[in-house]
């Protein structure tokens, strides 16, 4: 049996939940161990409910069995191995349940002693992948492989799509990945078919990222309701990754339903600093969302090398927004519309 020592980790989620998020590829690469298994057993080493001569709770040393462990990154000498737990805040309760399935990124911080791979947030995973085979399972393209064949298992959609979602926290893919995502991509769940967009969206090279933003942009503009699934892992590759060819794409979405999803996309024009943006821009001075309106404005300013009250601050235009505007589409009238009119087509 292995003890790995952890000097924090998050609080455990509930059973046959996912609860990673951010940069997997870095985290594994930081990683001297990366393994999954079965809590078998917890195991309080001081006792809970203790309080200082504060009243506030103490902290709790647990000691966390696992049983059935296999690696997809370094070695443990059996299947059971003890990872060491310190709650520090215990109104969170025990960290845990027995049964769950763990996926754990650890790093040897002296001689044995392995302490969490975090970037503040928890790196467990709660489903249980395919069990491996003698030494065939390794490696990030082995993991991105177990977790698809969790996503193609659609007996339970609920846990299909949460392995779908964490493609999300991929830089790359596999390429038997993106052919399953793609395979996938013709589900009838609407949000499947999303999340297999957004998943190679993410990951995508310079050539195809605008025929998929493209259809990002026309999935979304026909979708209503709540924040759709993936949306906050892709704000960044809108606004960061788009060039002048997605700007169709771009003007689609920024007439989308999502707050968030508009002003990503209003990034990405900004960005450009083109002109030829200049007559879409002084249509969203009519936008419902005041974001657009001035990030249209600014974005104005900008390609045209105009302060003052063209260019006001974010406080200052939220005072007078329509005396800001005003001047624009006035300038627009006057001078603007014949250096920019939109080209022909």
Same mark, same amino acid.
């Given at each position: 049996?292995?003890?790995?020592?952890?000097?924090?980790?998050?609080?455990?989620?509930?059973?046959?939940?996912?609860?990673?998020?951010?940069?997997?590829?870095?985290? /594994?690469?930081?990683?001297?161990?990366?393994?999954? $298994? =079965?809590? +078998?057993? *917890?195991?309080? %080493?001081? #006792?809970?409910? @203790?309080?200082?001569?504060?009243?506030?709770?103490?902290?709790?040393?647990?000691?966390?069995?696992?049983?059935?462990?296999?690696?997809?990154?370094?070695?443990?000498?059996?299947?059971?191995?003890?990872?060491?737990?310190?709650?520090?805040?215990?109104?969170?309760?025990?960290?845990?349940?027995?049964?769950?399935?763990?996926?754990?990124?650890?790093?040897?911080?002296?001689?044995?002693?392995?302490?969490?791979?975090?970037?503040?947030?928890?790196?467990?995973? /709660?489903?249980?992948?395919?069990?491996?085979?003698? $030494? =065939?399972? +390794?490696? *990030?393209?082995? %993991?991105? #492989?177990?977790? @698809?064949?969790?996503?193609?298992?659609?007996?339970?959609?609920?846990?299909?799509?949460?392995?779908?979602?964490?493609?999300?926290?991929?830089?790359?893919?596999?390429?038997?990945?993106?052919?399953?995502?793609?395979?996938?991509?013709?589900?009838?769940?609407?949000?499947?078919?999303?999340?297999?967009?957004?998943?190679?969206?993410?990951?995508?090279?310079?050539?195809?990222?605008?025929?998929?933003?493209?259809?990002?942009?026309?999935?979304?503009?026909?979708?209503?309701?709540?924040?759709?699934?993936?949306?906050?892992?892709?704000?960044?590759? *809108?606004?960061?990754?788009?060039?002048?060819?997605?700007?169709?794409?771009?003007?689609?979405?920024?007439?989308?339903?999502?707050?968030?999803?508009?002003?990503?996309?209003?990034?990405?024009?900004?960005?450009?600093?083109?002109?030829?943006?200049?007559?879409?821009?002084?249509?969203?001075?009519?936008?419902?969302?005041?974001?657009?309106?001035?990030?249209?404005?600014?974005?104005?300013?900008?390609?045209?090398?105009?302060?003052?009250?063209?260019?006001?601050?974010?406080?200052?235009?939220?005072?007078?927004?329509?005396?800001?505007?005003?001047?624009?589409?006035?300038?627009?009238?006057?001078?603007?519309?014949?250096?920019?009119?939109?080209?022909?087509?």
């Amino acid at each position: 049996m292995r003890l790995a020592t952890l000097v924090f980790l998050s609080a455990f989620m509930a059973q046959a939940r996912i609860s990673v998020t951010g940069d997997i590829e870095g985290r /594994f690469a930081a990683s001297d161990l990366v393994c999954r $298994g =079965t809590v +078998s057993a *917890i195991t309080a %080493l001081s #006792r809970e409910g @203790a309080t200082d001569a504060t009243g506030k709770l103490t902290p709790v040393d647990y000691d966390i069995s696992f049983s059935d462990a296999s690696c997809y990154k370094g070695t443990v000498k059996s299947q059971r191995f003890v990872v060491r737990i310190r709650r520090h805040d215990q109104s969170q309760g025990r960290p845990g349940a027995v049964r769950t399935r763990e996926l754990l990124f650890l790093k040897t911080s002296e001689g044995s002693v392995l302490e969490p791979v975090e970037d503040g947030r928890s790196a467990i995973l /709660f489903w249980d992948l395919p069990r491996p085979s003698p $030494g =065939t399972r +390794s490696g *990030i393209p082995q %993991l991105q #492989r177990d977790i @698809a064949s969790v996503a193609l298992d659609r007996r339970d959609l609920s846990r299909s799509k949460e392995a779908l979602q964490l493609f999300l926290s991929f830089g790359h893919l596999d390429p038997d990945v993106r052919a399953t995502l793609a395979q996938l991509q013709g589900s009838g769940d609407a949000d499947t078919r999303l999340l297999c967009l957004e998943a190679r969206l993410k990951t995508a090279g310079a050539g195809d990222h605008h025929a998929l933003l493209r259809e990002l942009a026309v999935a979304l503009s026909a979708r209503g309701g709540e924040n759709p699934p993936g949306m906050f892992e892709i704000l960044d590759v *809108i606004a960061q990754k788009s060039s002048f060819w997605d700007f169709e794409a771009l003007k689609m979405l920024v007439r989308c339903p999502y707050p968030l999803l508009r002003s990503s996309a209003m990034d990405a024009i900004r960005s450009l600093r083109a002109p030829r943006t200049m007559p879409f821009l002084v249509e969203q001075l009519d936008s419902n969302d005041p974001d657009v309106q001035y990030d249209a404005l600014i974005t104005l300013a900008e390609i045209t090398n105009k302060g003052g009250d063209f260019g006001p601050t974010m406080d200052t235009f939220e005072k007078q927004p329509e005396k800001h505007i005003a001047l624009w589409k006035k300038w627009w009238q006057d001078e603007g519309a014949r250096r920019y009119a939109a080209p022909a087509r």
